[in-house]
C-alpha cells in the first residue's frame, strides 16, 4: 500500500525532517523512530511498479540486517507459485579483458551468500508499509521546522543547493544500461562481471536460485547507449549476449531499456548549521560513484545506520541539531564513502586504459588477487559489508 504525504503538519512539533523519501530517506525514518524521536518524512515515494522497474539492487549482509531489523526486508512469502523478489548470489565471477579471472564464493567466506538481489518494486513497497504503520513518522509534502534536517534528495538534490554545500562533480563518459533479460540458460545463482573494451558489464541473478532472468547493468560510451535505447530490442539483447560470450544462452530483453549518465560526486562538508537547526545529508545527496562494485545503495543505508548511531549515543544534554553531534556522524563516514570512490574511480580508469601494457599488466594484478587467499578474503569481507 502506498504512503499518501499529507500537505501539512498542523499543530505538531517534530524532532526530525527528512527530505527525501526514498529508500535512503524511509529507513532513516523508521530507524529514528526507534529512538522514540517525531519524524517528518517529506516527499512521495517514488510509485513501485513491478513489472516495468528494471533495477535491481545488490545489497550486501549490512544492509540485509538492518532492514531485517526494521522488517523491510522483503519477503516472498508462502505462495509456491510467487517469482522471489529476492535472490542469493553464491558466487561472483569476474572477467578481465585479457583473460585475467577473479572468483568469489559464499562457502569460501562461510555466509550464506555474497549478496543478495532484490527487486526495487518490492523493496519499496515493504519500506511503505513499515512507515505507514509507524506511528512517529508522519508523511508530508512540505518540509517543517526540527531540530535536525536530513537530506536524502539525491544527487540533484535542491536542499543542498540552496544551502551552499558544494557538491564536487566529476562525469564519466558513459551511461548505464539498465535492463532485464530473459536467458536461455539458469543463472545458478552467480552474479557475473566482465571488464572488457573499456566497458563494465554486470549480470545479477534474479528470480531465486533456479532462476533464468537477470539485470543487466552496462556501463558503456554515452553515444553507444543511446543508439542501443533507440534501436529495436533484440538489437541490445543480441549485443549482451554476444559480450558474455554467450554464457547464459540466448537471451531476450524483458521490457524496455533505461539509462543514466555515470559520474563520481561528492559534498565537501556533509553538515551546516543553519538559524534553524541542524543540517545533515546521507545518500546520493552526499555521494555517487560508478556501479561497477555495486555499493551504491550499501553506501546509503551505512550513512543512515551511522548517524541513526550518533544520535542513540549521544549526551543526553546534546541537542540534535548540535554541530559537534554532526561532525562525529561526518567524520565516521566521509573517510569509508572516500575510499570507496577513490576504488570505483581507479577501477574505471584503469579498465578504460587501452595500452596493453595496462592491460597486460591489471589482468595479471586480477588473477593474482584470485591465488592471493587473505587478500581475497579480505576483499570479499568488504563488499559483504563485514569488517576482518
Not at 574505471?348 to 595500452?355: I, M, N
Request: proline residues 5%; charged residues 20%; hydrophobic residues 45%.
Amino acid at each position: 500500500m502506498a504512503i499518501t504525504p499529507t500537505s501539512a503538519a498542523g499543530t505538531r512539533r517534530f524532532d526530525v525532517c527528512i527530505r527525501g523519501a526514498g529508500v535512503v530517506g524511509q529507513t532513516l525514518a523508521l530507524l529514528l523512530a526507534r529512538e522514540r524521536l517525531r519524524v517528518a518524512l517529506v516527499g512521495t515515494p517514488r510509485p513501485a511498479h513491478a513489472g516495468t522497474d528494471v533495477r535491481a539492487y545488490a545489497l550486501n549482509a549490512a544492509a540485509k540486517d538492518l532492514l531485517t531489523s526494521l522488517r523491510a526486508w522483503p519477503d516472498d512469502g508462502d505462495a509456491a507459485d510467487a517469482i522471489p523478489s529476492v535472490t542469493p548470489v553464491n558466487r561472483m565471477a569476474v572477467w578481465g579483458d585479457d583473460g585475467g579471472e577473479l572468483n568469489f564464493s559464499a562457502a569460501d567466506q562461510r555466509s550464506e551468500a555474497l549478496s543478495w538481489i532484490v527487486d526495487v518494486p518490492a523493496l519499496e513497497r515493504r519500506l511503505a508499509d513499515a512507515v505507514r504503520f509507524q506511528g512517529s513518522v508522519e508523511c508530508l509534502t512540505e518540509p517543517v521546522p526540527a531540530a535536525l534536517t536530513v537530506v536524502c534528495e539525491g544527487k540533484r538534490s535542491s536542499t543542498r543547493a540552496e544551502l551552499g554545500l558544494e557538491f564536487e562533480v566529476k562525469p564519466y563518459p558513459h551511461k548505464a544500461i539498465a535492463a532485464r533479460l530473459r536467458c536461455g540458460q539458469p543463472h545458478g545463482g552467480v552474479a557475473r562481471q566482465w571488464f572488457s573494451q573499456g566497458e563494465i558489464m554486470a549480470l545479477l541473478p534474479l528470480e531465486g536460485d533456479t532462476g533464468n532472468s537477470v539485470a543487466l547493468v552496462w556501463s558503456v560510451p554515452a553515444q553507444q547507449a543511446d543508439t542501443w535505447l533507440a534501436a529495436d530490442a533484440q538489437t541490445l539483447a543480441d549485443a549482451v549476449q554476444t559480450r558474455c560470450g554467450q554464457a547464459l544462452g540466448e537471451m531476450q530483453l524483458q521490457g524496455p531499456a533505461q539509462a543514466w549518465p555515470l559520474e563520481l560526486s561528492r559534498a565537501r562538508r556533509w553538515i551546516v548549521r543553519t538559524p534553524q537547526g541542524g543540517v545533515a545529508l546521507a545518500g546520493d545527496a552526499a555521494h555517487a560513484m560508478h556501479p561497477l562494485a555495486g555499493q551504491g545503495l550499501n553506501v546509503g543505508l551505512a550513512d543512515v545506520a551511522e548517524l541513526a548511531k550518533v544520535i542513540h549515543e549521544r549526551e543526553y544534554w546534546r541537542e540534535l541539531g548540535d554541530l559537534k553531534l554532526l561532525r562525529r556522524y561526518e567524520r565516521a563516514r566521509q573517510a569509508e564513502v572516500g575510499a570507496m570512490g577513490w576504488l570505483t574511480d581507479g577501477l574505471f580508469g584503469l579498465f578504460g586504459q587501452a595500452d596493453t601494457r595496462v592491460q597486460a599488466l591489471r589482468n595479471w594484478g586480477m588473477s593474482g588477487v584470485d591465488r592471493l587467499g587473505p587478500l581475497k578474503h579480505w576483499l570479499a569481507r568488504q563488499a559483504m559489508g563485514q569488517a576482518g
